[in-house]
């Protein structure tokens, strides 16, 4: 179809401007022609990408209002049109490149951890590209001076605790390529050199000058909020039914979990049960190998049960939390592999107890990784959560839908598959279960503090108590959660959302196809379509 046709150029024209616009996000989709550089963030850079996004989000609507595309290609337009009009937001609304300094650090550490963690390409190539990238770090931090104008004192403050991570994590894998790649030492070091100086006098200039400056509001408001769930997520809800639903969530939850513990424990109250419980987990130094364990039983669980298929040459490699992202990641996250690369392996981090902090803060990290808990991470994170959809996700053909991650599909996902394996009967004890509910009250949390947040409705200190108290999240991660919670409005109201939309479509197929719904069926189509927005998801099943 001709129109059709028009909507795939115009996605191989977006394609390739945001694989050149972001060379750190291009090699994490696989792209590796723009290895050697990082983004830039200069004034005119800035204004051109602006334009060039307006452009794209105009012609999106255009091929959308001329009508007869089929299915695929008007989601792919109205992607699109969505990715690009959320950036213009980020830049105009919520003016990141001016307002918040970690935003360069983290693009620009992730580009660099991405060449260090992935070997996809040979390792000389790496080290080349690595040392590249740590020369054109000092053009990044040079561009953050002269944007940054008021940002919120917790950016200030976060961005601080990456520029501790930072110098050490160069040095480590400076060490790793140079002994890899001898030939590369003098240009590796050479980088280092450059980025450990630029790193060092950009501290001094946060702590010393931004700090002190740091007054600016990280709440988006409720309006931008609304935005953001109606044009990036595509949800029809807005921050007071959204705030709603989580209370409500939290109320049901809660009377679930009291009924569970007083079955299992009549003589305690279920949060001193909770507490209890978080007592028994691994020392620090065996963290990593119990995960490790919980993974493999989830993995041949889920093969077992015929759940969902796992792809043919998929692996997962767990490693420790790199160091400048330990102050925003409490627990565990995932990175997925690249759609575009050949070797499919993602990689698990699990944050190591913090040996330099106080005993009672060690205590509590260590309490954050209890035994119930790390079954229901391991497969939150791995099987079948994040890594078995992200790995399914990797093989749409669409080159467009590797560049719009849904958080409301890839959290929503992964907060399914807790209880999808609670109803296929993988918790041995009811500790698990117990757990599995606590989970869903942080989640439900989170809901309440994402918008009480952003609102205005609630302030840094009553969030980190709201987590205490309502979720029994220790109060180190708790304050750790909410810094990530100031900087990424909506994303932590994916998981109740998306795992609600999850359910609601299993529902609604059940009924549909009556005896004919087969639950291996249902989960191989909803992850083939990429992570999108869930609306879109749904269009995908009513297309047959």
Not at 182 to 195: H, Q, V, Y
Not at 203 to 219: K, M, T, W
Not at 294 to 305: D, G, L, N, W
Not at 468 to 487: F, G, K, M, P
Request: a negative charge; proline letters at 4%; aromatic letters at 10%.
């Amino acid at each position: 179809m001709e129109r059709d046709q028009k909507v795939t150029a115009l996605c191989d024209e977006y394609f390739d401007f945001f694989t050149e616009t972001y060379p750190e996000l291009a090699t994490a989709i696989g792209i590796h022609t723009h290895d050697a550089r990082l983004s830039s963030y200069s004034r005119s850079t800035i204004d051109a990408r602006l334009r060039k996004l307006r452009q794209f989000e105009k012609r999106a609507e255009e091929c959308l209002s001329e009508g007869g595309l089929s299915v695929s290609a008007s989601i792919d337009a109205r992607l699109v049109a969505s990715n690009s009009a959320i950036q213009v937001l980020e830049i105009e609304k919520l003016m990141k490149p001016y307002a918040d300094p970690t935003m360069y650090m983290d693009i620009s550490l992730y580009g660099l951890f991405l060449l260090a963690s992935r070997d996809v390409l040979p390792i000389e190539t790496r080290a080349r590209y690595f040392a590249s990238r740590l020369k054109e770090f000092r053009r990044v931090l040079s561009e953050a001076r002269e944007n940054l104008e008021n940002p919120p004192a917790v950016f200030t403050s976060t961005a601080l605790g990456m520029l501790k991570g930072a110098a050490e994590f160069v040095d480590e894998t400076v060490e790793y390529f140079a002994a890899k790649v001898p030939d590369a030492g003098t240009e590796l070091e050479s980088g280092s050199s450059m980025c450990k100086k630029a790193i060092r006098e950009f501290e001094v200039y946060v702590q010393n000058e931004l700090l002190p400056r740091s007054s600016g509001d990280f709440a988006v408001g409720r309006d931008v909020f609304d935005t953001k769930l109606k044009v990036e997520h595509m949800l029809d809800i807005d921050t007071r039914a959204l705030e709603k639903m989580g209370r409500e969530l939290l109320e049901t939850t809660k009377g679930e979990i009291e009924q569970l513990s007083a079955r299992l424990y009549p003589n305690e109250r279920w949060k001193d049960v909770i507490e209890r419980l978080k007592e028994y987990h691994p020392d620090s130094s065996g963290l990593r190998k119990a995960y490790e364990e919980h993974m493999a039983k989830a993995k041949s669980f889920v093969q077992e049960r015929r759940l969902v298929s796992i792809p043919p040459g998929e692996e997962l490699r767990i490693l420790d939390t790199p160091v400048f992202y330990r102050s925003i990641i409490p627990y565990a996250a995932y990175l997925n592999p690249g759609p575009f690369d050949t070797k499919q392996e993602g990689l698990f981090f699990v944050t190591p107890v913090d040996t330099s902090a106080p005993e009672d803060v060690q205590s509590d990290q260590l309490r954050g990784h209890s035994y119930p808990g790390m079954v229901l991470c391991a497969l939150h994170e791995a099987y079948p959560g994040h890594h078995l959809q992200l790995v399914h996700s990797n093989r749409v053909k669409s080159r467009l839908r590797h560049t719009c991650d849904s958080t409301v599909f890839a959290e929503g996902w992964a907060l399914y598959c807790e209880q999808l394996m609670k109803e296929e009967g993988f918790y041995d004890s009811g500790d698990i279960e117990l757990f599995q509910l606590k989970d869903v009250l942080w989640r439900a949390s989170r809901v309440v503090v994402d918008v009480g947040l952003h609102t205005r409705a609630m302030i840094f200190d009553e969030a980190v108590e709201f987590l205490v108290t309502h979720a029994l999240i220790e109060r180190a991660n708790a304050v750790a959660e909410v810094r990530r919670y100031t900087h990424t409005p909506s994303q932590p109201s994916s998981y109740a959302i998306g795992k609600e939309l999850v359910l609601g479509l299993r529902d609604e197929e059940k009924r549909r196809l009556g005896a004919r719904f087969d639950l291996f069926s249902f989960h191989e189509r909803l992850l083939s379509f990429g992570t999108i927005p869930f609306k879109l998801v749904e269009e995908e099943f009513k297309a047959g």
